[in-house]
């Protein structure tokens, strides 16, 4: 069994810099992509960026592209979420997510529905 545990969230500055891990345990040679999820009050859980762990491929949503970056250090079992240039708009509780399936890959990793690891959420704030 895999858990992920997430941190590195907090409140930050528009214009600002955070950066969040998800440190996954136990049957970790099972994991074939891991990817952020953020949400906000009332919205559907939105997807942030992916990384395979098969290929080392990354995916990104539109918005985010060229200020966020997915990383990973296989020795800690550990993926990094890097967020510069914050907007307030990012407010949001991102989740860290993992496929145990290898079955996906491209735009799949868009899709919530083909991770079945979830982390408990940490908050970022983003002020004005």
């Known amino acids: 069994q895999v858990q992920l545990v997430e941190s590195g969230g907090g409140l930050v500055q528009a214009g600002g810099s955070l950066r969040l891990s998800c440190a996954a345990s136990?049957?970790?040679?099972?994991?074939?992509?891991t990817a952020w999820f953020r949400q906000v009050p009332a919205k559907e859980r939105e997807f942030v960026a992916a990384?395979?762990?098969?290929?080392?491929?990354?995916y990104y949503l539109g918005s985010v592209k060229g200020r966020f970056t997915i990383s990973r250090d296989n020795a800690k079992n550990t993926v990094y979420l890097q967020m510069n240039s914050l907007k307030p708009e990012d407010t949001a509780v991102y989740y860290c997510?993992?496929?145990?399936?290898?079955?996906?890959?491209?735009?799949?990793?868009?899709?919530?529905?083909?991770?079945?690891?979830w982390g408990q959420g940490t908050q970022v704030t983003v002020s004005s």
């Open positions: 997510a993992a496929t145990s399936n290898g079955y996906y890959s491209g735009s799949w990793y868009f899709k919530s529905i083909i991770y079945d690891l």
């Open positions: 136990g049957r970790t040679f099972g994991i074939y992509a």
């Open positions: 990384n395979s762990w098969s290929n080392g491929s990354t």
